[in-house]
C-alpha cells in the first residue's frame, strides 16, 4: 500500500541547513527500513504555471493553483503495510523537516 | 425466556463478537456490519417457530458468515473488480498485537486517532455498541442522515486509508487506550447528563453501554490503571442514578437521598478503588476521579463528607488534568473547607476560558447566593440556566434562582 506524505510549509523560505541535514538522516531510514518509494522538495509556489487546456483553451497562468498561506513544500511517497506504519513514519518525517506532514493513501488500483 | 427476549439479549450481548469475527473473516466492517444485521432479523423471524438455539451467539456468528459468504457471491457476480477486493485474506496471519481478541480490535480499530473523535463515538456505538443508527442519532441529538454519512465515511477511511484491524503494539497501548477510553467516558456522560429538550435528562441505555464496552476493555485488560479506574468512576457515579432526578428536577449530590443509591455498584466500585490503591502506582485521572466519587460514597450523610480528602485528590488531579472544568470542581471542595469567599476569588479567575460552561456560572451562582449576593447570583443563574441543556438540571437552576427572592 503506497502512501503519500505531503509536507505542508506556511513560512516564506524553504528548508535551513540543520532540516535539510534531518530530512537525509530519515530518508535513509526509509531506504535501509524499506519503504521508500520516491521523494521530493519542489520550488516555491511563485515558481508555479497553471495550465488550462480543457476544450483546447490552451490558458497559460503564472502562480499556483490556490492561492493560501499552507502551501506543498515537498513530499514522499511510501510503501507501507497499513496507516499505523504510515502514521509512525509521518510522524518521525514531521519531526525531521519540521514541518505539518499530511499522510494520505494512493487509490488503491 | 420468550424469543423476542432471547433475540433482544442475544442481539445486546453477541453483536460485537459477531461483528468482531467477521471481519476478521472477511476484512471488511460493512460485510461484517450488514451481516449481523441480517442475521439478527433471521433470529427475530426464526427462533419463535423454532425455538431459541442452545448456542445464540454461535447461531448468529454462523448464520450471519453464511449471509455474508451470500452476498459476497451476489456481488463477485455483478463486478469482477469487486471479486479481486473480497476475496479471503489469504496472507500468512499478522502478528498478534499485546492482547489477541477480536472484540479489543474491534474496538480499537473503531476508535483510531486517524477518525475524528464524532466518527470514532459514532463507530463504536454502531459497530461494538450494536446500537441502531436513529438510536445513536438521538443520544448525540444529530439527523439519522448525518449520523449514517459519518459512520459511512468513517468505514470508507478505514478502507481507504488501510486503518488496521488490531490491538496496537505494546508500546503505543497506553496511548491508544486512552483514547479509547475518551469515546467510552463522552458515551457515559452524554448517558448521565443527557443534552437536549427532548431527551430524557438521564439515559440509562447509554450509561449502561459504556460500562458494558468498559467492563469488556477490563476484562482484556485487567491490569490497565486507568481501565480499571474508569470502570469504577462509571459505577459509583450509576450508583447514584437513582437519586438524581425527583419530580423532573435534577437533585445535588448532598440533597440525594442515599438510601436510594445502589449498594452493589458502590461495593464494586470502592473494591476497585481499594485495588487501585494497593496497586501502588502513580494514579492517572480517571483514576483519582474514582477515589473522590469513593470519597463521597462511603458516608450515609453528605455532612460526614471528608472534605479535606476530597480536596487533596483535586489537588493531585489538577496536576496531571489542568484542564480547567477540573479546576473549577476543585473550588467547590474549596469551598466546604475554606468558604465561598476563598472559592470564589479561585472560581472567577477561570472565566476568560469557562464563560461558555453552564456549570462555571452555576458554581459562581452557588458561592454568590452563600455570601448573600443576591442580584449577582440571579444573574449568574440565568447565565447558567441559558447555557444549560439539561432539562433536570434547567428545572434546579430555575428553581434556585426562584428562591433567591
Redesign the interface.
Known amino acids: 500500500?503506497q502512501y503519500l506524505l505531503s509536507v505542508i510549509h506556511d513560512g516564506p523560505s524553504l528548508a535551513d541547513a540543520e532540516e535539510d541535514a534531518a530530512i537525509d538522516v530519515f530518508n535513509e531510514a526509509l531506504r535501509t527500513g524499506g519503504y521508500w518509494v520516491f521523494a521530493g522538495g519542489l520550488g516555491m509556489p511563485d515558481t508555479a504555471t497553471v495550465i488550462d487546456n480543457r476544450q483546447d483553451a490552451g490558458l497559460v497562468t503564472d502562480g499556483p493553483f490556490l492561492e493560501s498561506k499552507e502551501y506543498l513544500a515537498g513530499f514522499w511517497i511510501i510503501e507501507a503495510?497499513?496507516?499505523?506504519v504510515a502514521?509512525k513514519l509521518a510522524t518521525a518525517g514531521s519531526k525531521a523537516c519540521n514541518r505539518k506532514v499530511e499522510?494520505?493513501?494512493f487509490?488503491?488500483p | 425466556m420468550n424469543p423476542a427476549d432471547a433475540v433482544a439479549r442475544a442481539h445486546r450481548e453477541e453483536w460485537a463478537r459477531v461483528v468482531a469475527t467477521l471481519t476478521k473473516r472477511f476484512g471488511d466492517l460493512d460485510i461484517a456490519e450488514e451481516a449481523a444485521a441480517e442475521a439478527v432479523a433471521t433470529a427475530v423471524e426464526r427462533w419463535p417457530a423454532d425455538g431459541v438455539p442452545p448456542n445464540p451467539g454461535a447461531w448468529l456468528t454462523t448464520t450471519a458468515t453464511r449471509k455474508a459468504i451470500d452476498r459476497i457471491r451476489r456481488e463477485n457476480k455483478r463486478d469482477d473488480k469487486y471479486k479481486e477486493a473480497l476475496v479471503f485474506d489469504n496472507d500468512p496471519p499478522e502478528p498478534l498485537g499485546v492482547i489477541d481478541d477480536d472484540r479489543l480490535r474491534l474496538i480499537f480499530t473503531c476508535c483510531h486517532p486517524a477518525l475524528a473523535l464524532e466518527s470514532r463515538l459514532a463507530l463504536t456505538l454502531r459497530m461494538v455498541g450494536g446500537l441502531t443508527m436513529p438510536e445513536i442519532a438521538r443520544a448525540f441529538l444529530v439527523a439519522e442522515s448525518a449520523m449514517g454519512q459519518r459512520i459511512t465515511r468513517a468505514k470508507a477511511k478505514i478502507k481507504a486509508a488501510r486503518i488496521p484491524y488490531r490491538v496496537p503494539a505494546a508500546e503505543d497501548l497506553p496511548a491508544r487506550v486512552a483514547g479509547v477510553l475518551t469515546v467510552l467516558f463522552l458515551v457515559f456522560n452524554e448517558g448521565y447528563l443527557a443534552t437536549g429538550p427532548d431527551s430524557d435528562p438521564l439515559r440509562p441505555d447509554l450509561t449502561g453501554e459504556a460500562i458494558r464496552l468498559t467492563r469488556l476493555i477490563r476484562a482484556l485488560l485487567p491490569d490497565d490503571g486507568e481501565v480499571t479506574g474508569l470502570l469504577a468512576l462509571m459505577l459509583l457515579t450509576e450508583a447514584r442514578r437513582p437519586a438524581r432526578v425527583s419530580g423532573g428536577e435534577l437533585v445535588s449530590l448532598a440533597e440525594q437521598d442515599r438510601g436510594a443509591w445502589d449498594t452493589a455498584l458502590i461495593t464494586e466500585g470502592h473494591r476497585l478503588v481499594r485495588e487501585r490503591l494497593a496497586a501502588g502506582v502513580v494514579p492517572g485521572r480517571y483514576q483519582i476521579l474514582a477515589a473522590i466519587n469513593a470519597v463521597h460514597t462511603s458516608v450515609r450523610d453528605s455532612r460526614d463528607t471528608d472534605w479535606s480528602q476530597v480536596l487533596a485528590l483535586y489537588d493531585q488531579l489538577v496536576r496531571v488534568d489542568t484542564s480547567p472544568v477540573i479546576a473549577l470542581n476543585r473550588a467547590i471542595a474549596l469551598a466546604e473547607l475554606d468558604g465561598p469567599t476563598v472559592a470564589l476569588s479561585v472560581v472567577d479567575r477561570l472565566e476568560a476560558r469557562l464563560a461558555g460552561y453552564h456549570a462555571f456560572h452555576a458554581t459562581r451562582a452557588d458561592l454568590l447566593r452563600r455570601l448573600g449576593r443576591g442580584r449577582e447570583s440571579r444573574a449568574a443563574y440565568d447565565k447558567a440556566i441559558e447555557l444549560a441543556g439539561n432539562t433536570a438540571e434547567i428545572a434546579n437552576l430555575t428553581r434556585r434562582r426562584d428562591q433567591l427572592g
Open positions: 500500500m503495510a497499513d496507516l499505523d502514521l499522510v494520505r493513501p487509490l488503491v
